[in-house]
């Protein structure tokens, strides 16, 4: 796998992956950055939750498992001092459907989790990983834009 970021401006950078698609990472205002796209720690977050999240799509469908609605909110803890590692992160899989079955909902989390989640294993090496999960809930996750 390879892959490239180029500079912009700023502390602003285009990536792109072997797959030829790009992306902006840029980072807040108050540290030089023109806050133009998610920062690098943003794309950790979002690259675990799409990990675990392509792989629970991926079992339940294996699994005969249908829902109409699937999102997972991620919060993260980091280290105070530098390089600010991430500590703990907790996820929050919500799903909506007619008859969604808990324990296939659980089994494919785990499995996830504990066996096909390569961003999840990594960062599960220095950060403490939790989840809960929620069955046709109220509301969304909130989420900043949301």
Not at 83 to 89: D, E, G, N, Q, V
Not at 130 to 135: F, P
Request: hydrophobic share 40%; net charge negative.
């Amino acid at each position: 796998m390879k892959a490239k970021v180029k500079w912009s401006e700023g502390l602003q950078f285009v990536g792109t992956a072997e797959s030829g698609h790009a992306l902006v990472l840029d980072t807040h205002a108050e540290v030089g950055g023109l806050e133009a796209g998610p920062s690098p720690m943003e794309l950790v977050l979002l690259a675990l939750g799409g990990c675990t999240g392509m792989d629970v799509v991926s079992i339940l469908r294996k699994m005969r498992v249908e829902w109409a609605r699937f999102e997972i909110g991620l919060e993260a803890e980091r280290a105070e001092e530098h390089p600010k590692a991430f500590t703990k992160i907790h996820l929050t899989y919500r799903i909506w459907g007619a008859d969604i079955p808990e324990d296939k909902l659980k089994k494919a989390i785990d499995l996830s989790l504990e066996r096909y989640c390569s961003v999840g294993a990594m960062l599960g090496k220095g950060a403490k990983i939790t989840y809960d999960y929620h069955i046709n809930p109220e509301r969304s996750v909130d989420l900043p834009g949301d």
